[in-house]
């Protein structure tokens, strides 16, 4: 009887000790969030507090939430919700809303549209403030020097949707889903149907404006180089809070081409496949290939492998019929199998949208939403068709599995690795991704460790030493940050697999213009140590 006692008062303990801490946590956080409150508003107007303030006793918290949350994998967990909802209206308001944090010892997150993979813009485990950008997103076109100003609240459908007002010749070299944020876009690298011919989004910025952990608002001349390179590709998450970029607008054809064309394993899909993987980084730039392979039912009542191939071409059908019946003969080429618009109307169609439906892009919720996990890798050989059976057949083991190969080359292979701090560039073949999406919470385990699985698998087939991924398709899988003291020997697991020889560049800057690591998540960039004490020396001796 006393042994039972004293067993159950042991089990008694940790739950005691989690009831304390969650306790003492709770009071220290509405202690700092209700210092931050103070200071946050007598930096602005008192009438228009309510617009930009919103608390969790709002009835507007949940709705405002919830609105930019893309991934229904972090709507509903344990994982702690923002303290307060800052809206800023104005940059002013960033400035007070970085400020008042810092001062009053809580972490912010910024969120333009919500995508990030992991969920990183909008959730934390430690105490937050989440700084919501949907209402800066003002954009200005200039055609005659092919130039925008864009928010980074503005979406990237919101962005095409303004440039195509102004001319059905330019566009822009960012991604394909326009739901997704400018800010955390552009920041992480971000591409799309024409980065063969341009480049990345980040490789077509100009100039920028950023809020400092010292509430600054600074340009590019005023930010200097080394921080401009860093937050095109490094993660502005790291840096500070970017509030709009400067962009170089590029010129597109009034006339290019789609094509679409799906063939299962049955229909010589693997020959193709392979064929695609052999020519992907040489295909004229101007000529945009994704590969997305799915598992379906078989015609004979077993499992098989669907494939669809969808191109861009920056040509008319008859300038780009030569080069398909010279690739892919084992295509339908007849005209009626190729669709001719406009860029605008390809990027609508990309979407999955209504070709005719302009307006649809200035929609920023996604059509439908559900739980998902992707994984990512790079590609520098071919891989064979027996190693990619041992792929599809990991697939079969998963019916809502999606593997995507996106063919690099072009002019990514004519950019520098250190140009900025993306670095998958010449070399690289085509990236692949692994991803699957699902609706009921139950399933989230299982179609997780799908991903981790094929992951697995493909580890002697992608780029090594290091496996390279990509910041915006963030996996952290890879590692993370275990505290605001994390060195950069222990961030490297993750760092280097992103940035590779960038990732010490970055750790430099980082060390520089946010020396108490501030802005920091659980993949932010680390400080170096040496040189955060050099810092605090300087800092020392110059009071």
């Given at each position: 009887?006393?042994?039972e006692m004293?067993?159950?008062?042991?089990?008694l303990?940790p739950?005691?000790l989690?009831?304390?801490?969650?306790?003492?946590?709770?009071?220290?956080?509405?202690s700092?969030?209700?210092?931050?409150?103070?200071?946050?508003?007598?930096?602005?107007?008192?009438?228009?507090?309510?617009?930009?303030?919103?608390?969790?006793?709002s009835?507007?918290?949940y709705p405002?939430f919830?609105?930019?949350?893309?991934n229904?994998?972090f709507?509903?967990?344990?994982?702690?919700?923002?303290?307060?909802?800052?809206?800023?209206?104005?940059h002013?308001?960033?400035?007070?809303?970085?400020?008042?944090?810092?001062?009053?010892?809580?972490?912010?997150?910024?969120r333009?549209?919500?995508?990030?993979?992991?969920?990183?813009?909008?959730v934390?485990i430690?105490?937050?403030?989440l700084?919501?950008?949907?209402?800066?997103?003002?954009?200005?076109?200039?055609?005659?020097n092919?130039?925008?100003?864009?928010e980074?609240?503005?979406?990237?459908?919101?962005?095409?949707?303004?440039?195509?007002?102004?001319?059905?010749?330019?566009?822009?070299?960012?991604?394909?889903?326009?739901?997704?944020?400018?800010?955390?876009?552009?920041?992480?690298g971000?591409?799309?149907?024409?980065?063969?011919?341009y480049?990345?989004?980040a490789?077509?910025?100009?100039d920028?404006?950023?809020?400092?952990?010292?509430?600054?608002?600074?340009?590019?001349?005023?930010?200097?180089?080394?921080?401009?390179?860093?937050?095109?590709?490094?993660?502005?998450?790291?840096?500070?809070?970017?509030?709009?970029?400067?962009l170089?607008?590029?010129?597109?054809?009034?006339?290019?081409?789609?094509?679409?064309?799906?063939?299962?394993?049955?229909?010589?899909?693997?020959?193709l496949?392979?064929?695609?993987?052999a020519?992907?980084?040489?295909?004229p730039?101007?000529?945009?290939?994704r590969v997305?392979?799915?598992?379906?039912?078989?015609?004979n009542?077993?499992?098989?492998?669907?494939?669809e191939?969808?191109?861009?071409?920056?040509?008319?059908y008859?300038?780009?019929l030569?080069?398909?019946?010279?690739?892919?003969?084992?295509?339908?080429l007849?005209?009626?199998?190729?669709t001719?618009?406009?860029?605008?109307?390809?990027?609508?169609s990309?979407?999955?949208?209504?070709?005719?439906?302009?307006?649809?892009?200035?929609n920023?919720?996604?059509?439908?939403?559900?739980?998902?996990?992707?994984k990512?890798?790079?590609?520098?050989?071919?891989?064979?068709e027996a190693?990619?059976?041992?792929?599809?057949?990991?697939?079969?083991?998963?019916?809502?599995?999606?593997?995507?190969?996106?063919?690099?080359?072009?002019?990514?292979?004519?950019?520098?690795?250190?140009?900025?701090?993306f670095?998958?560039?010449?070399?690289?073949?085509?990236?692949?991704?692994?991803?699957?999406?699902?609706?009921?919470?139950?399933?989230?385990?299982k179609?997780?460790?799908?991903?981790r699985?094929?992951?697995?698998?493909?580890?002697?087939?992608?780029?090594?030493?290091?496996?390279g991924?990509?910041?915006?398709?963030?996996?952290?899988?890879?590692?993370?940050?275990?505290?605001a003291n994390?060195?950069?020997?222990?961030?490297?697991?993750?760092?280097?697999?992103?940035?590779?020889?960038?990732?010490?560049?970055?750790a430099?800057?980082?060390?520089?213009?946010d020396?108490?690591?501030?802005?920091r998540n659980?993949?932010t960039?680390?400080?170096?140590?040496?040189?955060?004490?050099?810092?605090?020396?300087?800092?020392?001796?110059?009071l």
């Open positions: 009887m006393h042994r004293e067993i159950s008062q042991v089990r303990v739950v005691l989690f009831i304390l801490l969650n306790s003492v946590w709770c009071t220290t956080s509405n700092i969030s209700e210092s931050f409150l103070q200071c946050f508003s007598s930096h602005i107007p008192s009438n228009s507090s309510s617009k930009i303030i919103i608390t969790k006793n009835p507007a918290y405002v919830q609105f930019s949350v893309q229904l994998r709507l509903n967990t344990p994982t702690p919700k923002p303290e307060v909802i800052i809206t800023p209206f104005k002013s308001h960033v400035q007070a809303a970085v400020l008042c944090s810092e001062k009053a010892g809580i972490q912010i997150r910024t333009s549209g919500g995508h990030d993979y992991e969920g990183l813009s909008y934390s430690a105490p937050f403030i700084i919501d950008l949907f209402e800066l997103r003002s954009i200005d076109i200039d055609i005659e092919e130039i925008a100003w864009v980074s609240g503005a979406t990237l459908g919101e962005l095409y949707y303004a440039i195509a007002q102004k001319s059905n010749v330019h566009g822009f070299p960012a991604g394909t889903c326009p739901t997704v944020g400018v800010g955390g876009h552009i920041s992480g971000g591409y799309g149907t024409l980065f063969r011919k480049g990345m989004a490789d077509n910025v100009l920028a404006k950023i809020v400092d952990v010292n509430g600054r608002i600074l340009d590019r001349k005023s930010m200097g180089e080394e921080l401009f390179w860093a937050i095109r590709g490094g993660g502005g998450a790291s840096f500070g809070v970017i509030l709009s970029w400067k170089r607008l590029v010129p597109v054809p009034s006339i290019v081409t789609t094509y679409v064309e799906t063939k299962t394993m049955e229909q010589g899909a693997s020959e496949v392979s064929k695609c993987q020519i992907a980084d040489w295909m730039e101007g000529y945009f290939l997305v392979l799915g598992a379906t039912n078989g015609t009542g077993g499992k098989t492998i669907e494939v191939f969808s191109f861009l071409f920056l040509e008319t008859e300038e780009l030569p080069w398909m019946k010279e690739h892919f003969p084992e295509f339908n007849s005209r009626s199998a190729f001719e618009m406009s860029w605008i109307q390809s990027v609508l990309s979407a999955s949208y209504s070709i005719n439906d302009t307006e649809a892009l200035l920023r919720s996604q059509q439908s939403r559900s739980f998902f996990k992707g990512l890798d790079y590609v520098t050989e071919p891989i064979s190693a990619m059976e041992g792929l599809y057949q990991i697939m079969f083991q998963l019916d809502a599995s999606t593997v995507i190969l996106t063919p690099f080359g072009g002019i990514m292979n004519e950019i520098s690795e250190s140009e900025i701090p670095p998958h560039r010449k070399g690289n073949l085509y990236e692949i991704q692994y991803f699957v999406s699902w609706d009921d919470d139950e399933e989230s385990e179609d997780v460790s799908w991903t699985l094929a992951y697995g698998y493909m580890s002697p087939y992608v780029s090594k030493s290091p496996r991924a990509y910041l915006n398709c963030r996996d952290l899988d890879l590692g993370i940050n275990k505290d994390t060195s950069y020997a222990e961030a490297s697991i993750w760092g280097l697999s992103y940035f590779k020889n960038n990732f010490r560049r970055l430099q800057v980082k060390t520089v213009v020396p108490g690591n501030f802005f659980e993949q960039i680390p400080v170096l140590r040496s040189g955060k004490m050099k810092y605090q020396q300087q800092l020392d001796a110059s």
